[in-house]
C-alpha cells in the first residue's frame, strides 16, 4: 500500500517570492510521483512526474520538484509564484503497473494563496 | 489532444431523486476511465474504477446500488447516483487513460467535474 502526506494543508506567499509545497510519500515499492494543480471547480491538470531519470523534474508554468528517495520526498518548487498559480495542489503516488499506467493515489492537498 | 469531457457542471437535485453525469474521452478512446469524489478541502477518493463492457470495480466501501457506473462505449462512461441524499452532495470528478501515442505526456486525463448539490 502507498500514502501520501502534504505537510501543509495552506502555503500563503507573497507575488515574486519563491514557495515550496512538501510532500512524503510511503510506499514498498518503486513507484511513480505526481503533481497536479487544481483551479477551482475544476478537473486535475498535471504539473510534472517523476517515472525514473533524473531527480529533478521540471514541470509546466516554472514549477519543479526533486525526487529524493531517502527522505522519500517530491517536494515541489517555483521560485517566483504569480496570482494566478493560487490554486489547490496535490501530490500523488502510483506503483508501477505493467504498460506504463498508473491509478494515484492522491496527497489532501496544498492550498497555495499567492497574496499580491 | 486527450481531452476528458465531463457533463454536467452543476447540478442541484431534490432528495430523492437520480441523477446521471456523464464522462466522455473526445479525441481518443478510452478503456479504463476512473470515478472520484471530493469533498471540499479535501483529496480525491477513487470510488470506482470503470472498464469497457464490464462491470465496474468499485473501492471498499463505495455502494454500489447507490452509484452505479456504465462504461458502454470506448468513450463515454456515466455515473449514476441513485436515490440522493443530501449527504452525497460533493464534487465527483472522471479520468481516463489516454494510450500513450496520443502524444501527450500524461496516460490519465481528468474531467472538469461536476459539483453535485442534493437539497
Known amino acids: 500500500a502507498q500514502s501520501v502526506t502534504q505537510l501543509d494543508s495552506q502555503v500563503p506567499v507573497f507575488e515574486e517570492a519563491p514557495v515550496e509545497l512538501r510532500c512524503n510519500y510511503s510506499?514498498?515499492?518503486?513507484?511513480?510521483l505526481f503533481w497536479y494543480v487544481q483551479y477551482p471547480n475544476q478537473g486535475l491538470q498535471l504539473l510534472l512526474k517523476?517515472?525514473?531519470?533524473?531527480?529533478l523534474v521540471k514541470g509546466i508554468n516554472g514549477f519543479e520538484a526533486e525526487f529524493n528517495k531517502s527522505q522519500t520526498s517530491f517536494h515541489l518548487r517555483k521560485p517566483s509564484v504569480h496570482i494566478s498559480d493560487t490554486a489547490e495542489y496535490f501530490c500523488?503516488?502510483?506503483?508501477?503497473?505493467?504498460?506504463?499506467?498508473?491509478?494515484?493515489?492522491f496527497g489532501r492537498g496544498t492550498s497555495l494563496i499567492v497574496h499580491p | 489532444g486527450a481531452v476528458v469531457s465531463q457533463h454536467p457542471s452543476w447540478v442541484i437535485c431534490k432528495s430523492g431523486t437520480s441523477v446521471k453525469i456523464e464522462c466522455r474521452s473526445l479525441d481518443f478512446q478510452a478503456t479504463t476511465m476512473f470515478w472520484y469524489r471530493q469533498f471540499p478541502k479535501q483529496s480525491l477518493m477513487l470510488m470506482a474504477t470503470?472498464?469497457?463492457?464490464?462491470?465496474?470495480?468499485?473501492e471498499q466501501g463505495v455502494e454500489k446500488d447507490k452509484f452505479l457506473i456504465n462504461h458502454a462505449s470506448l468513450t463515454l462512461s456515466t455515473l449514476t447516483v441513485t436515490s440522493a441524499h443530501p449527504e452525497d452532495s460533493s464534487f465527483y470528478i472522471c479520468s481516463a487513460i489516454a494510450p500513450p501515442r496520443t502524444g501527450t505526456n500524461s496516460p490519465l486525463h481528468f474531467g472538469n467535474g461536476t459539483r453535485l448539490t442534493v437539497t
Open positions: 470503470s472498464n469497457e463492457g464490464s462491470k465496474a470495480t468499485y
Open positions: 510506499s514498498s515499492v518503486s513507484v511513480y
Open positions: 500523488a503516488v502510483s506503483d508501477r503497473r505493467p504498460g506504463g499506467s498508473y491509478i494515484p493515489t
Open positions: 517523476y517515472l525514473s531519470g533524473s531527480t
